[in-house]
């Protein structure tokens, strides 16, 4: 503590100098390249040609390198798009200027250089000063240069520390940007409506879930951050955009871990005349594109799991499913009691109102769902969990829903609209008994979206995909904390 106390009282000694000798934070600095701009404009040229060439340039960045050695030394300065060197030297800067520059200079801090483009001895790439400017002092000192952040919860807590010291945080975030154009990419050029809908909800719906709750004061009055888009983006439809999709934050009252966060974005769709097999389809489309242009490949590997994209998943049933992957008897995969004994043996609590839908689910992912580590859509989930979802034809106790499931986690979730007003009302009414019940997750009675129906929405599909988990898998992040910029975390 004595050598970390030493440190920074003596560089807030040089900041305080700084500060006296320059009286201001400078912003007349203009930089005129990127560091990645000039290694790939100026990659085949050699020592000679760059002298002779003599083209000048300006450069900014934060010094994460300093060489001292006399009268001529080297420092390495990073912007967003990478590193570049700078070659400075007493004749060149002047005294005034040089000693400056070894008085107060240090790893982290801000500076412009100006200068000509040259080659070292050894071949790299530098700017030859002969002006530099120090922008900003910095108090902190950045972490030991060759380990980076590797403390999980700094690279969490003070994810600007982690940015600026490792370059793979940097990679997933910039992938993370480009599967956002990328969806954005992909869904307008079908001819999809991108919108936006409340993030506030008088009512929360959509999806079962615990919401986060808020309060109006002007016209005291209850909101709900909301748990899913769902609800108003079928509105929309009713009133005649054929296809919409939306990409925001969602809000869910839960627990942490290394896939849940309390707020995630999702990618939600819907388009009329469609069923949930088209959908299906879709996302087949939707993931080799995606797997392509983010890892040149739709071969990919999570977590040590070789995953390839350019196939189909299989697609199988959750009643087939119990059978296949959870070792549940076929005979017995609609039997209340023997599901019951499954999960009371897995050490899951069972409620006495849970009928064979419920527990088929709750069996499923209890059993199931941590085994679909290659690319499978789960269908004809149960009438009973399946709130939102259109009635299968041949079964009215299943829906017409998949979830589609990589690694053992599930990444979309999308059905045939329940469009039929007098069966969506009777859901919603089971849901509000569940509710008065004591389950936090269970849908409120929305009439107005009852109303909705009643004007019409047309057959319709739609899916919601978790962008979140969705980087993850497109960058081999192993929690979803690696992927969101700033996660929710305990306070300290």
């Known amino acids: 503590m004595s050598e970390e106390r030493d440190v920074l009282l003596n560089r807030r000694a040089k900041m305080d ?25 100026f990659a085949d040229q050699d020592k000679a040609a760059l002298a002779e060439a003599g083209a000048r340039t300006a450069v900014a ?3 994460m390198l300093r060489r001292v050695m006399g009268k001529a030394s080297f420092v390495t300065l990073q912007d967003v798009s990478g590193q570049i060197q700078c070659y400075l030297t007493k004749n060149d800067l002047g005294d005034d200027a040089y000693d400056d520059f070894s008085q107060f200079w240090e ?13 070292t001895n050894k071949g790299e790439l530098s700017v030859h000063a002969d002006k530099v400017v120090l922008l900003n002092k910095t108090m902190l000192p950045l972490p030991e240069k060759f380990h980076g952040v590797t403390d ?9 520390v982690d ?6 945080t940097r990679g997933v975030f910039r992938t993370r940007s480009m599967v956002m154009q990328a969806l954005r990419d992909f869904f307008n050029q079908r001819s999809y409506l991108e919108v936006e809908t409340p993030m506030m909800h008088s009512i929360p719906g959509g999806a079962t879930a615990r919401p986060f709750t808020t309060h109006h004061n002007a016209l005291d009055m209850p909101l709900f951050l909301r748990v899913a888009p769902e609800l108003f983006l079928k509105r929309l439809v009713v009133g005649g955009f054929e296809r919409v999709y939306e990409i925001n934050r969602n809000f869910r009252n839960e627990g942490l871990s290394t896939r849940h966060n309390p707020e995630f974005t999702m990618l939600e769709f819907y388009q009329a005349y469609a069923d949930y097999r088209d959908l299906m389809d879709l996302t087949d489309e939707l993931m080799r594109e995606l797997t392509q242009r983010a890892c040149g490949s739709q071969q990919i590997v999570y977590q040590g799991i070789e995953l390839d994209f350019a196939k189909s998943p299989q697609r199988v049933t959750m009643a087939e499913s119990l059978a296949r992957f959870g070792g549940v008897a076929e005979a017995s995969v609609d039997n209340v009691d023997h599901l019951r004994g499954v999960l009371k043996d897995k050490q899951v609590a069972v409620e006495d109102h849970w009928g064979l839908g419920k527990l088929q689910m709750e069996t499923f992912e ?16 149960p009438a009973e969990v399946s709130p939102l979802a259109r009635r299968n034809d041949h079964n009215p106790d299943v829906t017409d829903r998949f979830e589609l ?9 999308g059905f045939s609209e329940l469009n039929d007003p007098v069966d969506q009302a ?3 009414q089971a849901q509000a008994d569940l509710k008065s019940k004591g389950d936090h997750e269970a849908m409120h009675f929305d009439q107005d979206y009852i109303t909705a129906l009643e004007y019409g929405l047309p057959p319709t599909a739609g899916e919601g995909l978790g962008i979140d988990r969705l980087v993850m898998l497109l960058t081999n992040a192993p929690s979803i904390r690696d992927v969101l910029l700033f996660p929710l975390m305990r306070p300290q």
């Open 17 to 41: 100098a700084w500060l006296e000798k320059s009286k201001v934070y400078r912003n007349d600095f203009r930089r005129q390249a990127l560091a990645a701009e000039l290694q790939s404009q």
């Open 61 to 63: 960045g934060r010094v």
């Open 107 to 119: 790893m982290g801090d801000i500076v412009g250089v100006s200068g000509t483009l040259m080659r």
């Open 152 to 160: 999980q919860e700094i690279r969490y807590r003070q994810r600007y």
């Open 163 to 168: 940015l600026i010291m490792n370059e793979d």
């Open 366 to 381: 209890a059993l199931v769902e941590g085994r679909l580590e290659q690319p499978t859509y789960i269908t004809e989930y």
């Open 405 to 413: 499931f990589i690694g053992g986690r599930e990444y979309a979730n």
């Open 426 to 428: 009777g859901r919603f």
